[in-house]
């Protein structure tokens, strides 16, 4: 597995890392918990060293399956988590919306620590810009916990170029989490340009299009009331059917390169920027193997303009509304 280095702070990573949101159930019924155990070490044994968490997801339960799956591994690693919710501590129950005042930052984090087994974050993110709270005032606190120990890198997530100045202006941030792949591309207009000045690094989640790029959706897929698909515009009936045309693309180039749709999608994400690194994410450990070989694919100019070349219009909003205005501030 390649490693990089994300941006200019040089917390260093393999390309490909394991998003780990849907161990925890985000998509449908909640996987065993002994079996996720099992497919975040496999992944290790694969070479992935990034993995990515957040305390929102469960709440809780996926710090605890990701703490205990890499405590044996904790040096060989980097966890990323969030904060960013207004959740109880104690009980994990959902308050409101957002919240990123520092005092409950410093509670949330001391969560974080005891759940993911471990004295240190690697990568602390700010799961959503907070409106009500100063983005200096979440630097303010993230250099805090940094100087104190308990983390060692600031990242943010969904955060537009206006906030990525601002924080990054009052501490260093490492890293972007935000989603962006062959069919969510808005990123390339003015967010990357600014991490590419500002020397930050990119970590795209759904690098897959939440499954959409593998070639394994159709226009006859339907998803249960507890998939988070089930309220995306994007795989609605029609919009799903539309999309298609993107995916086609992707399975011509795969088998002229004895690889997987999902791999092409990767490697073109790979391609981009060298400090660019995807976190797809799956609960079964044969994507996983699929996902982690997409390291050694590698695309030619050729290649990649036959993709630019494509003619298709992505139809459909990424997230549902409400979830929409929370994100690019």
């Given at each position: 597995?390649?490693?990089?280095?994300?941006?200019?702070?040089?917390?260093?990573?393999?390309?490909?890392?394991?998003?780990?949101?849907?161990?925890?159930?985000?998509?449908?019924?909640?996987?065993?918990?002994?079996?996720?155990?099992?497919?975040?070490?496999?992944?290790?044994?694969?070479?992935?060293?990034?993995?990515?968490?957040?305390?929102?997801?469960?709440?809780?339960?996926?710090?605890?399956?990701?703490?205990?799956?890499?405590?044996?591994?904790?040096?060989?690693?980097?966890?990323?988590?969030?904060?960013?919710?207004?959740?109880?501590?104690?009980?994990?129950?959902?308050?409101?919306?957002?919240?990123?005042?520092?005092?409950?930052?410093?509670?949330?984090?001391?969560?974080?620590?005891?759940?993911?087994?471990?004295?240190?974050?690697?990568?602390?993110?700010?799961?959503?810009?907070?409106?009500?709270?100063?983005?200096?005032?979440?630097?303010?606190?993230?250099?805090?916990?940094?100087?104190?120990?308990?983390?060692?890198?600031?990242?943010?997530?969904?955060?537009?170029?206006?906030?990525?100045?601002?924080a990054h202006a009052a501490h260093p941030v490492t890293a972007l989490q935000s989603e962006?792949?062959?069919?969510?591309?808005?990123?390339?207009?003015?967010?990357?340009?600014?991490?590419?000045?500002?020397?930050?690094?990119?970590?795209?989640?759904?690098?897959?299009?939440?499954?959409?790029?593998?070639?394994?959706?159709?226009?006859?897929?339907?998803?249960?009331?507890?998939?988070?698909?089930?309220?995306?515009?994007?795989?609605?009936?029609?919009?799903?059917?539309?999309?298609?045309?993107?995916?086609?693309?992707?399975?011509?180039?795969?088998?002229?390169?004895?690889?997987?749709?999902?791999?092409?999608?990767?490697?073109?994400?790979?391609?981009?920027?060298?400090?660019?690194?995807?976190?797809?994410?799956?609960?079964?450990?044969?994507?996983?193997?699929?996902?982690?070989?997409?390291?050694?694919?590698?695309?030619?100019?050729?290649?990649?303009?036959?993709?630019?070349?494509?003619?298709?219009?992505?139809?459909?909003?990424?997230?549902?509304?409400?979830?929409?205005?929370?994100?690019?501030?």
């Amino acid at each position: 597995m390649q490693i990089r280095k994300l941006g200019n702070a040089g917390l260093e990573v393999s390309a490909i890392g394991l998003g780990c949101m849907s161990v925890s159930g985000a998509y449908g019924e909640t996987p065993d918990r002994a079996e996720m155990i099992r497919l975040i070490r496999r992944a290790v044994e694969l070479g992935v060293r990034f993995f990515d968490t957040a305390e929102t997801y469960g709440p809780f339960t996926n710090e605890e399956i990701v703490g205990e799956a890499l405590e044996p591994f904790r040096r060989q690693v980097v966890i990323a988590t969030k904060f960013g919710w207004d959740i109880d501590p104690v009980t994990g129950v959902r308050r409101g919306a957002l919240n990123s005042r520092p005092e409950h930052v410093k509670v949330a984090v001391e969560g974080m620590l005891k759940r993911l087994r471990t004295d240190c974050i690697d990568l602390l993110y700010q799961h959503r810009v907070d409106p009500d709270v100063p983005m200096e005032d979440v630097a303010g606190v993230v250099k805090e916990l940094i100087q104190e120990g308990k983390a060692r890198h600031f990242g943010l997530s969904e955060a537009g170029a206006g906030s990525i100045r601002r924080a990054h202006a009052a501490h260093p941030v490492t890293a972007l989490q935000s989603e962006y792949s062959l069919w969510t591309r808005e990123p390339e207009a003015e967010i990357i340009p600014t991490l590419e000045e500002l020397g930050i690094g990119l970590v795209p989640y759904s690098p897959l299009g939440k499954g959409f790029l593998t070639g394994r959706i159709d226009a006859t897929t339907r998803f249960g009331s507890s998939d988070l698909r089930s309220r995306i515009p994007r795989f609605e009936p029609d919009a799903l059917k539309a999309n298609l045309a993107l995916v086609d693309v992707l399975r011509r180039l795969a088998q002229g390169k004895g690889a997987t749709p999902a791999q092409i999608a990767l490697a073109w994400l790979l391609a981009r920027k060298p400090w660019i690194a995807p976190i797809p994410g799956t609960t079964r450990i044969s994507r996983l193997e699929e996902n982690a070989a997409a390291a050694s694919v590698a695309l030619t100019p050729d290649d990649l303009q036959q993709i630019e070349d494509a003619k298709f219009t992505v139809r459909g909003a990424r997230y549902p509304e409400e979830l929409m205005r929370m994100s690019g501030r």
